[in-house]
């Protein structure tokens, strides 16, 4: 089994900044693909950003692109989003998604809160 849990959310004033984590601990692989989506009340629930660890492939909707970055963090298992140029409509609930490469096997964690108001 695996388990995936994110960190990181919050308040934060427009124009500033936040850094979440997703870590996937139990029966993980080196060979994965993290995905980070949000969903705000009301609302789809959207692809925000992916990243494929090893090849180092990445992927940013066109609402957050130049404004978040997502990177492989030095502990393994573990992707990083860092936010920057916060504003209103970021205003959501941020889930992580772990993909072992080669199998049907996902898994989801249960979301961070991250809001963005003065």
């Known amino acids: 089994q695996v388990r995936v849990v994110e960190s990181g959310g919050g308040l934060v004033p427009p124009g500033g900044s936040l850094r979440l984590s997703c870590t996937a601990s139990g029966s993980t692989s080196s060979n994965y693909t993290m995905r980070w989506y949000r969903q705000a009340p009301g609302q789809e629930r959207e692809l925000v950003a992916r990243?494929?660890?090893?090849?180092?492939?990445?992927y940013y909707a066109d609402s957050v692109k130049g404004r978040f970055t997502i990177s492989a963090d030095s502990v393994p298992n573990t992707v990083d989003l860092q936010m920057n140029n916060l504003n209103s409509e970021d205003t959501a609930v941020y889930f992580c998604?772990?993909?072992?490469?080669?199998?049907?096997?996902?898994?989801w964690g249960q979301g961070t809160q991250v809001t963005v108001s003065s």
């Open positions: 990243l494929d660890s090893g090849v180092g492939g990445t």
């Open positions: 998604n772990y993909l072992i490469w080669g199998t049907f096997r996902q898994y």
